[in-house]
Antibody
Framework: QMQLQQWGAGLLKPSETLSLTCAVY????????WSWIRQPPGKGLEWIGE???????NYNPSLKSRVTISVDTSKKQFFLKLSSVTAADTAVYYC?????????????WGQGTTVTVSS | QSVLTQPPSVSGAPGQRVTISCTGS?????????VHWYQQLPGTAPKLLIY???NRPSGVPDRFSGSKSDTSASLAITGLQAEDEADYYC??????????FGGGTKLTVL
């Protein structure tokens, strides 16, 4: 049973860079896309971007200028960096697997990391 | 403002049937991209409920079903139970290779 475990700094100041890590346990890293999604307090889900094991990425156009998603296949980890954060970036951030067996639906999710941006 | 539009809320009594719509356009659902549905219970990560328009992952009760037509999709829940009270999200893709979620629908079981 695959599990995703994520971690990163939970409190940032405006203009800093958000950095999160998602580690994959109990399954294959290759053959999937790996996504980051966020959810501001009391609001809906927003897709941030995705990466595959070859390093090919797709990003939400509204965040593309500030987002970098990368991967370390040897460690079965992928990463999110979001630069120049503001209060509007305060959210719960999730990592998720997009599995080909589910037509690339997000079938496995991390536990979520709460990130607060405040001066 | 999401490119996929859902009603903010729906409600139903136990045992009833409810549907949640997800309306897109010719650049996403209407372009042939699959629609997936997720259930999010309070304080938890979303859970995959329906994939590729109408397929249920193992363990999801057959009370949940999905359909897709033209530029929209629907999630139907029959035999409504108190435990179904949650937020529901549709998700698809657009021609720019971006994934997108609907705004979410809060289901209240009366």
């Amino acid at each position: 049973q695959m599990q995703l475990q994520q971690w990163g700094a939970g409190l940032l100041k405006p203009s800093e860079t958000l950095s999160l890590t998602c580690a994959v346990y109990g399954g294959s890293f290759s053959g999937h896309y790996w996504s980051w999604i966020r959810q501001p307090p009391g609001k809906g889900l927003e897709w941030i971007g995705e990466i595959n094991d070859s390093g090919s990425t797709n990003y939400n156009p509204s965040l593309k200028s500030r987002v970098t998603i990368s991967v370390d296949t040897s460690k079965k980890q992928f990463f999110l960096k979001l630069s120049s954060v503001t209060a509007a970036d305060t959210a719960v951030y999730y990592c998720a697997r997009e599995g080909p067996h589910f037509y690339y639906a997000m079938d496995v999710w991390g536990q979520g990391t709460t990130v607060t941006v405040s001066s | 403002q999401s490119v996929l539009t859902q009603p903010p809320s729906v409600s139903g009594a136990p045992g009833q049937r409810v549907t949640i719509s997800c309306t897109g356009s010719n650049s996403n659902i209407g372009a042939g991209y699959d629609v997936h549905w997720y259930q999010q219970l309070p304080g938890t990560a979303p859970k995959l409920l329906i994939y590729a328009n109408s397929n249920r992952p193992s363990g999801v009760p057959d009370r949940f079903s999905g359909s897709k037509s033209d530029t929209s999709a629907s999630l139907a829940i029959t035999g409504l139970q108190a435990e179904d009270e949650a937020d529901y999200y549709c998700q698809s893709y657009d021609s720019s290779l971006s994934a997108a979620f609907g705004g979410g629908t809060k289901l209240t079981v009366l």
